[in-house]
């Protein structure tokens, strides 16, 4: 099994661990919850713009973990982070279904989100050194597809899993007058509770890894170090922000997008998610490849273009299946941006700044994602998702500018440049 995993580039016991607990984790979350909560929402009573807003939370909770892990980064355990912040996400998600009242979800979602922020900002860090730097855009590459493919299992069961709770669970069912069984808000919670359970399941890869130390064993280490140039991660960071406008105007409402706009029942919707996330986890794979050929810059933003192409094309496409074309090349192309860009952010930080870059640029993707999806809602009801799909177009490319126009000139080396880049 180790001689398996040492020929393929940057696969080990450690990059390993990390991509299982990644795979168990999107499997639940991006898979089976992000296709059904929503629905559930709905199935609640609640309208779009409240929704909208129900959506932001976790990024709220996303920037209060970003700005203290950035301040202590150098002193915290990886590995602690990434344990802990799985099991407290999984009370968080399961606590919402058990008291599904407008506070107690508010609190569930806003907490979810913070051990979210934890459990991402540790991940960069973790999987960066989990392999060499000839292998580091492998191993984001492997993060990626295990990200999207698990997704798309998880979102093809997803759309399945309120009527297979119905079936399975027959006498326990709560009918809702004038509603589908498989609608109900019982169904799309017990759904949801299969998927906590999951969740769950995804503590364990993490019992088995080594700590992330942010600083190499040197004598150096004991010197007075330089302060952080909070300016510059900033600045290095700028794209992310761009990353996670366009990801907060579509993600939390693909399924409602594709319900509300070609009228695709849940299972249907299901399928679509899943496909395209699954060639969301393939297209990336050939990321290093066209790194090598084209250069990190080029190729990134070659993507973005072909994605902003796509998301106009999804914002007039006429049927369910055209949509679908488009959304899976928009999703793929702008899902280039996890695989190259980490490994270049965290290629132009010395170590001991890497889980402050890290968190800095979750920060910036927490604060896109947020504004944007808390006025999703709201522009959705007054402009449609056409207008949205369009906005998202231009983001994409504000994305790719932005890459440009901070990277275009060489960065100095981390080793060379002694942590003041």
């Known amino acids: 099994m180790r001689a398996t995993l040492r020929r393929i580039p940057g696969l080990n016991r450690q990059s390993g661990l990390i991509l299982l607990h990644n795979t168990l984790f999107c499997f639940a979350v991006f898979g089976i919850v992000d296709v059904l909560l929503n629905f559930y929402f709905v199935s609640l009573g609640y309208e779009t713009e409240t929704i909208g807003l129900l959506q932001s939370l976790p990024r709220i909770g996303g920037l209060f973990a970003s700005l203290p892990f950035a301040l202590f980064a ?6 602690r982070a990434l344990v802990w912040s799985a099991v407290l996400m999984t009370v968080a998600q399961g606590v919402m279904v058990f008291y599904p009242s407008v506070a107690v979800i508010i609190i569930s979602r806003a907490l979810f989100g913070f051990f979210f922020g934890v459990n991402q900002i540790a991940m960069t860090p973790a999987t960066a050194d989990s392999a060499g730097d000839n292998h580091q855009t492998h191993v984001f590459a492997y993060l990626s597809a295990t990200t999207n493919i698990s997704s798309s299992i998880g979102s ?4 399945y899993l309120p009527l297979m709770m119905v079936s ?8 809702m007058e004038g509603v589908a069984p498989e609608q109900t808000s019982w169904a799309y919670g017990v759904a949801l509770l299969v998927a906590t359970v999951l969740t769950a399941a995804c503590i364990v ?40 406008l366009t990801g907060g105007l579509t993600f939390p409402f693909y399924n409602l997008f594709f319900r509300t706009t070609y009228g695709a029942p849940d299972a249907t919707v299901g399928v679509v998610l899943s496909a395209g996330y699954l060639l969301m986890g393939i297209t990336p794979l050939v990321a290093p490849w066209l790194q090598r050929r084209m250069g990190r810059i080029p190729a990134l933003m070659c993507a973005l273009g072909l994605a902003s192409l796509a998301f106009f094309g999804l914002s007039i496409a006429p049927t369910l299946w055209t949509a679908f074309l488009c959304f899976s090349a928009a999703v793929c192309l702008r899902n280039m941006t996890q695989v190259i860009f ?3 952010l965290m290629g132009s930080v010395p170590a001991r700044l890497q889980g402050a870059a890290s968190s800095v640029g979750f920060l910036a993707w927490n604060v896109g994602w947020f504004v944007s999806t808390a006025l999703g809602g709201t522009l959705q009801a007054r402009f449609g998702y056409d207008f949205i799909m369009q906005v998202v177009a231009v983001g994409v490319i ?9 990277y275009r000139r060489p960065i100095p080396q981390p080793d060379k440049a002694l942590g003041r880049v």
């Open 74 to 79: 150098s002193k915290l355990s990886i590995r």
């Open 156 to 159: 093809f069961i997803g759309g």
């Open 168 to 175: 399975l669970l027959p006498a326990l069912a709560i009918p």
């Open 205 to 244: 890869p993490l019992l088995g890894i080594r700590d992330v130390t942010a600083l190499p064993t040197d004598p150096a280490n004991d010197l007075p170090k330089p302060r952080t140039p909070w300016g510059r991660l900033i600045v290095l960071c700028l794209p992310m922000l761009f990353f996670g």
């Open 342 to 344: 980490p490994p270049m």
């Open 398 to 406: 504000g994305c790719g500018a932005a890459v440009w126009w901070v």
